[in-house]
């Protein structure tokens, strides 16, 4: 209700590049930060080592691999700045991922009017690629006591993004029984996504193909997977 009576304000902040890819060609990269707003800025920049759970929950440490500079920078209203990335690691044979969190800090003054300031956080992916960086973006399926199983993995030495993880179950009849598409997001090197569908006993019993399909930047992939008798009994 405060937020709604006094009116919330955020930053109008635009941001680019808003994914850093560093090489051995290429060690360091810029952002640039522009302030779009009206108001005078502060951020403060953090960095982080990133890998993900298999449930693709992002798993954060605080690093020094990654160096930037500035640290702290203000932005006046239509001021663009620049802040200058890169790590004090080699290149490995393997991609290291991190995340670089640009947060702002509160306004010096309070806001005009009694308006609530609400604090952004960007986090910038940063990805320090191999020298022959190849994703490989696989997809398996089982069914098992009425519960499928769906695992989106990366075999290969470098990230990749998925668009789009959907699954197509049909009867023995050819008919779709079951359509569902999964939340999809970034899968790190030698990363897995995993999903676990519950089917409906009604819809599992009909079942005789299930099919996975997995968009994403490196291509598509696909797996069918024949549902065997006795798969969607209760263990």
Request: hydrophobic residues 45%.
């Amino acid at each position: 209700a405060l937020l709604l009576a006094a009116g919330a304000q955020a930053a109008l902040v635009a941001i680019d590049p808003v994914k850093v890819l560093l090489t051995g060609a290429e060690p360091s990269k810029s952002v640039s930060l522009r302030n779009n707003g009206t108001d005078k800025l502060r951020f403060q920049l953090s960095a982080f080592t990133w890998q993900q759970s298999a449930g693709g929950e992002m798993q954060l440490t605080p690093t020094q691999d990654v160096v930037f500079f500035p640290s702290l920078l203000e932005l006046a209203p239509g001021e663009t700045r620049r802040v200058r990335v890169t790590t004090t690691t080699q290149v490995a044979p393997v991609e290291r991922s991190y995340r670089l969190f640009v947060d702002e800090l509160p306004p010096l003054a309070n806001a005009p009017g009694g308006a609530i300031r609400v604090l952004t956080r960007f986090g910038l992916p940063v990805f320090q690629l191999p020298d022959a960086p190849t994703p490989k973006p696989t997809l398996q399926l089982a069914l098992s006591a009425g519960k499928l199983n769906v695992t989106l993995e990366n075999r290969g030495n470098a990230h990749f993004l998925a668009q789009s993880v959907r699954i197509v179950g049909h009867g023995a009849d050819g008919a779709s029984l079951l359509q569902q598409t999964l939340p999809a997001w970034y899968v790190l090197a030698g990363g897995k996504r995993s999903y676990e569908v519950a089917l409906a006993p009604d819809v599992c019993s009909k079942l005789t193909q299930v099919s996975a399909n997995a968009n994403t930047d490196h291509g598509a992939t696909r797996v069918d997977y024949p549902v065997a008798a006795g798969a969607c009994a209760a263990p």
